[in-house]
């Protein structure tokens, strides 16, 4: 081939990758970059109304641990979700990278860790192509967050078992029961570590460890296990549960009371608590291990208010778990 020919196709080449760049950048341009686009194009999905509103849930936003660990932008996108989550309106979000998706699936986990309840029912899933689900192009990383009640599973994974509003809503009705209950018989004059030693005995008094699936029929004779064991309800609607729903019970008692609590503190296969006195430091408090063995009185206070040294005795916590502040008490 001449050179006058080999520079004729080169050209060509050269114009046509030109114009397909052009073309795929103009694309790209007016395809959504941000959290606010993304969830402006959700008309293209089929999202649920399931016209509830659990804004009345009594949330105290200065006990939220894990939001004030985030940056001052993140606090504004958990806000803007935590408000999502609460009118259980699904949406989605858009990555730009699959690290983008690890840092706004911590932020989701943030508001499930500041609100045991909110575990129940919200739940996320991360695909890496959006193009035939949201006809959004060049968007490779997205999250969809949607509604369910997580608790319930069927044994076969078969049955396309829809998400049930009221079944949640009655739930969350025991749990609020349980907790104005629990609450209303606190005695006065408590100073905090009376109180937050009340509730811990409360729940304790109130929860037999458990982690037993039970299985139950629906009215369609389909099988399906309840996990309640596992989440909030169980120890304040069944009074049954294992380390992390007792965790998540004495987080939600403790909000109730106006105490601050985190139950992201964990290790090894364990789940436990962590509390903040009057004079800012904090606390370990194993509501699981307070309730064995088992004694007639239903509880001892030996993982009561521990310091991080002791909680390391037989406890190792993760790395990214709260770290206790305070030192050894008298």
Known sequence: ???????????????????????????????????????????????????IDLSYLKLDHSLEGERSRLSEEDQKLYDKWLEKTLRLEVFYIHANSTEEVDHFCDILNAIDSDYPEIRLYASATYANDTQDVLKVYYCNNWISYYYCNNWISYSDPSIDYSFSPEILINEINLIEEKCDEVISQMPEGLDTVEKYEYLLQSLCL????????????????????????CYVNGPLAQGIGICQSYAYAYQLLCQRAGLWCSSNVYGYDHRWNLVKLDNGLTYHVDPTWCDFPRLEEGYINDYFLLSQEEIEEDHQPSEDSWVATGTTLQ
């Open 1 to 51: 081939m001449k050179k006058g020919k080999i520079f004729t196709v080169f050209a060509l080449l050269l114009v046509l990758a030109v114009t397909v760049s052009c073309s795929k950048k103009a694309i790209e341009d007016n395809a959504p970059t941000t959290v606010e686009e993304i969830e402006s194009t959700t008309e293209t999905t089929t999202t649920p109304n399931y016209s």
């Open 206 to 229: 109130m929860t037999e460890y458990c982690e037993d699936e039970d299985i139950y029929i629906d009215e369609k004779g389909f099988k399906y296990i309840d996990n309640s064991y």
